[in-house]
Structure formats: structure tokens, C-alpha cells
């Protein structure tokens, strides 16, 4: 091992010989190949005037972020990437950009076929490579099959970015084949890994802020196929992980944990408790791997310890929300898998309504 560090210091060296030598012949073309490589993310998303912006209608969320894409396709001229064949349904793929090919190596759209691993894999190997922001792609029950390479990336703590859409049984009439249950808490339990939920614009915005700006933390951005209402609570407090979405004066009663779309529900079920005099907190969770990383005195704010009367609702696997909820709450979720129908039926007939929340709730308080 001695002797090979001794030889690819030496080939390092000359390299760094080669590029002060190209620096003083071509400085201009030099100094952007070192902002390729520096990927500073953040100064170009906080350059963008329209980054943020708060949603005007009902809209899918991966509609929403394949929107986010196109506004930062020019301002960082690094990003690169594309989806196992499924680029119009993720909504990945670069508007007035060339795919890469062999005739077209300026391409920045990638056309990797059905190989979520080998995709992985590859987006994985290019970001090692450096001067890249790469991005990959496909249906959030397929990432079964990246889940490997979203691992190395975790523990080689790479910030690889994974658009996962078609997040829940929201998938509807594909069934229970492609409508995921278990994914999300399996990307949960990895450490070193941001799985994002977002339930409007604002929160979309956020995870590609934070993905994109993460030094060395893989995210997973995971998004939905039927529209959401944008919420007037969100806020680049999703930047946190977890905040409170709409609250009331004094403490709560009750506090209603969501993300994704049902945070919709939640706000719609606090409506209904609020006009019976029960005070109800919001709390949007779109990514609890980062909400856990905040500092306690945030955590207790949004989640304060003297209210024990919770319930926490995800259109997926429960495990993991008793943490929030404790032996005192409650959740919703998930316990089988999923069916083949209309989302507007599927979403009654699993009990994610407004009036089954208020009825959880009223069971606990």
C-alpha cells in the first residue's frame, strides 16, 4: 500500500503541475473548470430570483419539481441526469437541453433504460468523479432496486440526489404492485440519508435546496402523482426538516403530524376540530432524518414534550412515527399493501379522510 500511495502521489503531483500550468495559458476556462468543481450549489439557488415561489393551485408535486428542474438547468451548468425510461412520467428531463450520447457529450439528459441500479450506480461513480451535480430517477416503488447504491452513497457521504415519484397509493389503478408502502421508512432507517416528503411548491422548493446544497448527505426528493393544494402555512421552514404548518394561541391540545399529501388532510381535519373548540397544531414533517438533526430547543418548540395527545398520518408504513406519537397518540398508516382503484377511492377505503382523523383524534383527547 506504501508503495501505490508513493506512485498515485506522484501522478497527483503532476496533475496539479499540469493544471497550474493550464490555469496560467487558459485562466478563464481554468477558473470554470474549478467552479465545476467546487460546487458551490448554494450562491447559484440563492442567485436565482424566482427560486422561491409559493404554489397557485392544485398541482402534483413531481410536477412541481420537474418545474424546479428547469429553473436551475442553466444556473448551474454542472447538473446532469435523467430516469430508468421513465423521464416524462418523473418529470426529469431538461427542457432545450441535448441528451447525452456519443455523437453529443455536452448532453446533460441521460437515457439510462430499465437499470435503476446500474443508474445508480453510474450517477454515483460520476459524482465521485467530481465537476458534476447529478440527479437519477424513477417510480418510488422501483427504488427497491437503487436502494444498494443509495447506501454506498451514504456511507461514502456523497450528496446524490434520487427523484422518486408515485410516492403512495396515490398511484391509484396500478395497484398494489406499484403503489409503495414500505419504502419510505426503509430510507429512514439508513443513516446519512434525507428522505424528503413534500406536500406543496414551497416544501419541493426546499428539498432541491437541500439537496442540492448538502456537502455530504444523499437525498432522496419523493413526490407525488395526483395534485396537492398548496398550503398557506409552508415555509422555507421545511429547510428543518419539520415545523409547524399552522398553529393556534397557547398550547395545543392536540398536535396532527403529516407530510406529503396528507398533509392536506391533517389541515383539513384541524379545521374541523378547531370549529369545536379543540386547539390544534400542524405540523408538517417532510423530512424527519433532518428535523433530527436540529438542535433540541427547535425540536421541542415544534414538538414540545408537555403535549402528549398526537397523531401522525402517512398514506405508508407507520413504522418508525410512534417516535412523535409515543404510547399516548396515535397513527395512521399503512399496515398492507395497497389496491387497485381511483386515489379518490383508494384514500377513503384505507381511512386517510379528514373526519377519520378527527375521529383518531377524539378517541385519544
Known amino acids: 500500500y506504501r508503495e501505490l500511495s508513493m506512485q498515485h502521489q506522484a501522478e497527483e503531483d503532476a496533475w496539479k503541475r499540469l493544471l497550474e500550468e493550464y490555469g496560467k495559458k487558459y485562466p478563464e476556462e481554468a477558473g470554470r473548470l474549478q467552479e465545476f468543481l467546487d460546487r458551490d450549489n448554494q450562491a447559484k439557488l440563492d ?15 413531481r410536477s412541481i419539481s420537474g418545474q424546479v428542474i428547469q429553473t436551475i438547468k442553466e444556473a448551474i451548468p454542472t447538473l446532469i441526469g435523467g430516469s430508468a425510461d421513465l423521464a416524462p412520467s418523473n418529470k426529469t428531463h431538461m427542457d432545450g437541453v441535448t441528451d447525452f450520447s456519443a455523437e453529443h457529450p455536452e448532453g446533460r439528459n441521460l437515457h439510462f433504460g ?60 396500478d395497484g398494489p404492485t406499484h403503489e409503495p408502502v414500505e419504502q419510505l421508512a426503509m430510507f429512514r432507517a439508513m443513516p446519512n440519508f434525507h428522505a424528503y416528503r413534500p406536500c406543496d411548491a414551497t416544501e419541493v422548493q426546499a428539498a432541491w435546496y437541500s439537496a442540492l446544497t448538502s456537502p455530504h448527505t444523499p437525498t432522496a426528493i419523493i413526490l407525488t402523482r395526483q395534485n396537492l393544494t398548496p398550503m398557506e402555512g409552508s415555509s422555507k421552514e421545511a429547510l428543518r426538516g419539520g415545523y409547524i404548518l399552522e398553529d393556534y394561541e397557547g398550547l395545543p391540545q ?27 397544531r400542524v ?15 427547535y425540536q421541542e418548540k415544534v414538538l414540545p414534550r408537555e403535549v402528549k395527545k398526537r397523531v401522525a398520518i402517512e398514506a405508508l408504513s407507520p413504522l418508525g412515527l410512534d417516535r412523535y406519537t409515543g404510547i399516548d397518540g396515535a397513527t ?12 379518490k377511492e383508494l384514500f377513503p377505503y384505507f381511512g386517510f379522510t379528514a373526519e377519520h382523523i378527527v375521529e383518531v383524534a377524539k378517541g385519544i383527547l
Open 47 to 61: 442567485a436565482i430570483s424566482d427560486f422561491w415561489k409559493k404554489g397557485e393551485k392544485p398541482e402534483a408535486t
Open 114 to 173: 430499465v437499470r435503476e441500479m446500474a443508474m445508480s450506480a453510474i450517477a454515483n461513480g460520476m459524482l465521485l468523479h467530481g465537476g458534476c451535480t447529478t440527479y437519477c430517477a424513477t417510480f418510488f416503488v422501483f427504488s427497491d432496486y437503487t436502494k444498494p447504491m443509495a447506501r454506498l452513497a451514504s456511507i461514502m457521504g456523497i450528496p446524490q440526489i434520487f427523484v422518486f415519484t408515485h410516492d403512495s397509493i396515490g398511484v391509484g389503478e
Open 254 to 280: 392536540l398536535i396532527l403530524i403529516a407530510s406529503g399529501s396528507e398533509v392536506e388532510l391533517a389541515h383539513q381535519a384541524a379545521q374541523i376540530l378547531q370549529k369545536e373548540g379543540i386547539k390544534v
Open 283 to 297: 405540523v408538517s414533517m417532510p423530512c424527519m432524518d433532518l428535523f433530527e438533526e436540529q438542535e433540541e430547543a
Open 332 to 343: 395512521i398508516g399503512m399496515t398492507s399493501f395497497g389496491a387497485s382503484a381511483p386515489y
